[in-house]
Structures are given as C-alpha cells and as structure tokens.
C-alpha cells in the first residue's frame, strides 16, 4: 500500500475511522519529494537499524524498510498501532512498539544497536526527544528529523547569527554537527501545520565537544546563563554560578571573554573555555 498518496492514506484512514491527532502533534507527511529527502540524508544501508519515533500511518516507516535491515517504531497512540499493522504488511523488518518515547528507553527497544535516528517529531516535544536521544552516550553516527523551521534554525543558529541562538543551539552542538538539508512547506502535510518546517541532518560526534568535563553540570551552565540572556555575563554569572562581580570579571577574563558579551554570543569553544573557568568538573 503506498501510503504517500494522499488518497491512499484518506482512504485508509477512513476505513480505520482515526483522524489525525494535533494534540499528539500528528501530522502526516504526504509530500515525496521530502520524502526522498529524509531518506537521502539518513545516507542508509541495508545493514542499517533505524528508529523511528512517530510513524503516523506510516508514510516514513515503508520509505526507510524499503533500505535498511530493520526499522522499530515507537508509536503512542493505539489507533495507529492497528492501521499500521494494514499498511506495514508487506515489510517484515518493522517492529512497532506502542509506547511513550517520552518515558521509555529508546536506545534500547531494538534487537540490534541502533545506527541512525529517522523521524517526523512532533513540534511540542522536539527539544525533550533531542535531549533524550543526542546526550546519550550511545547515540548514532546519523540522526535525522524533520521538525518546525524555528526550531531547525534554533538548532543550527552560530554566534555569528545570535538572535536565534540559544541553549538548544549549543546543546545540540555539543553533541553534533547540524545541517539544514531543505525547508517544507504547510503543504507537505494532512492536516497542513499553521508554520513550515525544515529537515535536520545531524551527525554525532563521538565524544561530545564539551567532553572531558562533565555533562550535567556543563549543561547546566549553559542553561542557566541563557534564562538571563538580557543580561551581560558578568550579572549572568553572579545570578546562576553564584560569583559575585570582581570574581565573575576574573573567570571571564581567563575564558578570554569580555564580561559585557551576552549569551547569545558565545561560540561552542567560547563555551567549554568558560566552563573550565568556572572549574567544571571532569566526568
């Protein structure tokens, strides 16, 4: 069945009676030609196991099972766990598992070690689904995922372009190096969405940048000075890591960053040199 055509995929969503669920973030992809652009960018093998997170009807789920040696999709919604099992029939190398990716181990539902990350993620947990699976240490060598355009900038954003940047750009790069393959319009998707939304190809970096100090309290840096990110670092930093002025001034100055910069400013290297500075410790 090739749910891609837009009639074929109304037709089976009729005879199932299930519409899309906007407040499970549903949107269902019916545009090929981002379709072959997702797969393109997953550069996949037939010796690839994929995870998919939110097949839908399973638009994406075929595209991907038609190149890789298995694929396992976790779906939440019980509704499209029964369609799935009409339009996935003739691929045996899907496993849908029904489950919340929000609270179940990702890394860990398949047979086999996971070797690339491929989905359509619902707009209203991107950032808790990128957390979950790019800070784990097992993470694959290629994750790619179609999400809103804003956030795909977000993620992609340098110091160089400081408005959109923000804890999700650093975060996302501390663990790899993102690349905005195409844009998408509204159009591509049943029910269209009311913003256009961008492909991610991300590749992970083995070690994360940031790397050998330890994660969470690196992180934490991060987020904490951006929730002040009005304000000059110096009074950021006298906020979140308790230094007072004088002592706030003194680790800057041994980043080599001027205590008047923002946030927003700082490159990823800029980054870990003041999280040394700080005296973050190693892992």
Known sequence: MDVADPRALRDVLRRHGVRAATSLGQRFLVDRGVLAAIVDAAELSADDDVLEIGPGPGVLTAALAARVRSVTAVEVDPRMVGLLGETLADHKNVRI?????????????????????????????????????????????????LVQQEVARRMAATARSARERGYLSVFTQSFAEPRIVRRVPARAFRPPPRVESAVVALRTRARPAF???????????????????????????????????????????????????RPETLSLEEWVALAHAVGIPEQ
């Open 97 to 145: 598992v029904q489950a919340d990716a929000l609270k179940v181990d990702l890394l860990a539902l398949a047979p086999r070690p996971i070797t690339r990350i491929v989905a359509n993620l619902p707009y209203q947990i991107t950032t808790p689904l990128l957390e979950r699976f790019l800070a784990d240490e097992r993470r694959p060598a290629l994750v790619v995922v």
């Open 211 to 261: 790397a050998p100090l330890a994660q969470e309290p690196f992180l934490r840096l991060v987020s904490d000075a951006f929730r002040h990110r009005r304000k000059q670092l110096r009074s950021a930093l006298g906020h979140e890591a308790g230094l007072d002025r004088e002592r706030a001034s003194a680790v800057l100055a041994a980043a080599g960053i001027a205590p008047d910069r």
